[in-house]
């Protein structure tokens, strides 16, 4: 698997703590340095590829020119699956229709929501028009493959605003839908601020109904936060659930590969100066390797493959009726995915 970072966006959003800068002066030189990088990795095969960010499509055409790097200079494999991230108001039929030729076959949009206020509250730099015209240049660029990002529990949003948010999906019938809720991380704006957030008890009511909602779309829950008809879930992301090895590539960009993880500096202009590549490494044990197998895997409906595995760590949380084995598969219980966070807490590292 490939990931390549874009750390760069029109506005940042208030609740975003993913490292990105607005400086459109430093396109060229980062998209130059960013080649040379997938240069270095030439040869390389992968079946999924994932450009993510900050906002990819804000770099226009600096995108094309690194998906023709990643096609010149990466084996993709016969049906790989090759994501780009965008926001309505950075895209139009031209640059998708670009992207689709050029071998890209899935995009994932940030919809967010449907509701003008709550978007202006988030930051975000698009209309809930924009989204409704981006999805038809989405799909009139060819692709039958995209996913909305929508969040949950963000300031004012109200049962209400989401049975508008989720009626408008309906509308547009995407394979694919992601339903975050929102998490206020500390050393954001919104950290800062005194937000009007739904409670907790009204957060877990809207992840619910928008499960159902969803499910009634037949779009299935696999994931504790995403959703798809049957095929189109997301391969890129359940790579890392099964705790897959992965090149990330970019400023900011993560890698797991060789029994270690290895970190590029989350500095723009050092990684365009070359600095800081994969300099930083944790070598990760077998026992570390397979408890971060079951934290991943358990964020998956599906579960983990089972054998006895942990015992000190599994039973007390079967007794909880937090987890639970069927058909040798261990997975959470609806109330453990209502707390997922603290089972995920018993297979942190020691």
């Known amino acids: 698997m490939i990931y390549i970072h874009i750390p760069f966006c029109v506005r940042k959003c208030l609740y975003c703590d993913f490292y990105s800068v607005t400086d459109k002066s430093l396109y060229r030189a980062y998209t130059d340095a960013l080649i040379k990088e997938i240069e270095g990795i030439k040869g390389t095969e992968t079946n999924t590829v994932y450009i993510g960010g900050g906002t990819p499509t ?7 020119e690194i998906v023709d790097a990643v096609n010149k200079n990466l084996v993709l494999s016969e049906n790989c699956e090759f994501t780009v991230e965008a926001n309505p108001g950075t895209v139009d039929e031209k640059i998708l229709s670009s992207l689709y030729k050029k071998g890209v076959n899935r995009i994932s949009l940030g919809a967010q929501s449907f509701n003008d206020n709550e978007l202006r509250a ?9 989204i409704f015209e981006s999805c038809d240049a989405i799909k009139n660029a060819g692709f039958s493959n995209f996913s909305l990002d929508l969040m949950l529990a963000t300031p004012h949003q ?4 989401l049975e508008y948010t989720l009626s408008c999906i ?36 809207m992840y619910y109904y928008a499960s159902d909602f969803l499910s009634k779309l037949g779009l299935l829950r696999y994931e ?11 391969r890129h ?13 970019g400023a900011g960009a993560h890698s797991y590969y060789g029994g270690a993880r290895y970190f590029n500096a989350s500095d723009i202009k050092s990684y365009i100066e070359g600095k800081g590549r994969k300099e930083d490494y944790t070598p990760i044990s077998e026992k570390e390797r397979k408890l971060e197998l079951f934290m991943l895997g358990l964020r998956m409906t599906a579960g983990v493959l089972y054998s006895g595995e942990f015992p000190e760590r599994v039973n007390p949380l079967i007794e909880k009726g937090l987890l639970e084995i ?25």
């Open 58 to 64: 804000a770099i226009g055409n600096y995108l094309l």
């Open 122 to 130: 988030l930051g975000r730099i698009h209309t809930s028009k924009e």
């Open 158 to 161: 109200t049962m209400e605003s």
């Open 170 to 205: 309906e509308k547009i019938n995407p394979p694919h839908v992601s339903a975050y809720s929102l998490i206020v991380e500390e050393g954001t704006p919104f950290y800062d601020m005194e937000l009007n957030l739904p409670n907790e008890d009204t957060e877990r009511k």
């Open 224 to 234: 504790i936060s995403n959703f798809a008809k049957e095929g189109f879930e997301s």
């Open 237 to 249: 992301n359940c790579g890392y659930w099964r705790d897959e090895e992965y090149i990330g590539l």
């Open 326 to 350: 069927k058909e040798g598969r261990l997975r959470l219980t609806p109330r453990g995915t209502d707390c997922a966070n603290l089972v995920f807490m018993e297979f942190l590292n020691d």
